[in-house]
């Protein structure tokens, strides 16, 4: 398992949203500007982060994103699962991956299923405001 840039610019992207007045919109250039992150890149992420419903974005003059709750009720997680392809540590445990013939007879099975629900957890403990 290997965190993307996606997924470390996102969680970066979160940051600075939290950072900010909740009620005013930031533009991608300031984000991209403060993060030192191409704009061009955090664009596919921030349609991402809008489409899991994370930022609400508004287009034209005086538009930007905003986060679409308050900031302390977002984990890593919240701003990483979105982004990654694959969370999971072997391919029968992804989301979409076909029935595994061996299932019933894998010895390893359990120990893979509970490192998976580990990883979930674990960046669900930080809360982006407590990153801040």
């Not at 007045?21 to 500007?33: C, F, G, R, V």
């Not at 992420?45 to 538009?63: N, Q």
């Not at 302390?72 to 990483?80: G, S």
């Amino acid at each position: 398992m290997l965190i993307s840039t996606k997924g470390r610019y996102a969680l970066r992207v979160m940051i600075e949203l939290a950072l900010s007045d909740p009620a005013e919109y930031i533009k991608l250039s300031t984000i991209a500007e403060r993060q030192e992150i191409s704009e061009k890149y955090l664009e596919s992420i921030i349609v991402i982060l809008s489409k899991a419903g994370l930022v609400d974005a508004v287009r034209g003059k005086g538009g930007g994103y905003k986060l679409s709750k308050p900031a302390e009720t977002y984990t890593a997680w919240d701003a990483i699962y979105p982004t990654e392809t694959g969370l999971s540590p072997v391919a029968c445990l992804s989301e979409g991956s076909p029935e595994c013939p061996h299932e019933s007879a894998c010895v390893t099975l359990p120990m893979w299923k509970d490192f998976n629900v580990n990883i979930e957890e674990f960046f669900k403990k930080y809360h982006i405001v407590d990153m801040i």
